[in-house]
T-cell receptor, first 111, second 115 residues
Framework: SQQGEEDPQALSIQEGENATMNCSYKTSINNLQWYRQNSGRGLVHLILIRSNEREKHSGRLRVTLDTSKKSSSLLITASRAADTASYFC???????????FGGGTRVLVKP | EPEVTQTPSHQVTQMGQEVILRCVPI?????FYWYRQILGQKVEFLVS????????KSEIFDDQFSVERPDGSNFTLKIRSTKLEDSAMYFCASHDPGSHQETQYFGPGTRLLVL
């Protein structure tokens, strides 16, 4: 797989359920960032985790990073219809360097 | 809260025409980037710009592309002679190295359609 691949590609859940998506990458990284994109819109930064961190929380978001497996997961708890969007992971090799994006996970939260 | 802005939001052009996409990065940021996203595909890096010069560019960023910071606030991407395959959403992003955060903040994008 390419640098920054998410799975699943699509996820459909009921409002109130948790949504979990995973990201795998191939090369060493300095940081991994998760972004949200509503249909046809811009990229909204959600959360960043550095290579020396294992877990971070922000509101209903929980991100984990396992550098030994070169993978990360994003958990959205108690999902809402407004969480319907595509979620992308992006890896950076150093501060200021380009980000390499995955293909994204499309999440549909049904009311 | 400061944000990256981009103009225009949509642009339609004929193949072979030149287009200039404009971005205003967050004011104290020093790194600037252009990315693009072809419909249904991944976001791809084009170019990064720091200290008034290109710091990195991808294979996509060929001689048809150029970037400029014409004044203290704008950052532009020029495509000299557009091709059909240049149709995509183009995102500008910026980063503040002084924040000790690696976060890149993205603008809302310019949707370019080449006919």
């Amino acid at each position: 797989s390419q640098q920054g691949e998410e799975d699943p590609q699509a996820l459909s859940i009921q409002e109130g359920e948790n949504a979990t998506m995973n990201c795998s990458y191939k090369t060493s990284i300095n940081n991994l960032q998760w972004y949200r994109q509503n249909s046809g819109r811009g990229l909204v930064h959600l959360i960043l985790i550095r290579s020396n961190e294992r877990e971070k929380h922000s509101g209903r978001l929980r991100v984990t990073l396992d550098t030994s497996k070169k993978s990360s997961s994003l958990l959205i708890t108690a999902s809402r219809a407004a969480d319907t969007a595509s979620y992308f992971c992006a890896t950076g090799k150093a501060a200021g360097n380009k980000l390499t994006f995955g293909g994204g996970t499309r999440v549909l939260v049904k009311p | 809260e400061p944000e990256v802005t981009q103009t225009p939001s949509h642009q339609v052009t004929q193949m072979g025409q030149e287009v200039i996409l404009r971005c205003v990065p967050i004011s104290n940021h020093l790194y600037f980037y252009w990315y693009r996203q072809i419909l249904g595909q991944k976001v791809e890096f084009l170019v990064s710009f720091y200290n008034n010069e290109i710091s990195e560019k991808s294979e996509i960023f060929d001689d048809q592309f150029s970037v400029e910071r014409p004044d203290g606030s704008n950052f532009t991407l020029k495509i000299r002679s557009t091709k059909l395959e240049d149709s995509a959403m183009y995102f500008c992003a910026s980063h503040d190295p002084g924040s000790h955060q690696e976060t890149q903040y993205f603008g809302p994008g310019t949707r370019l359609l080449v006919l």
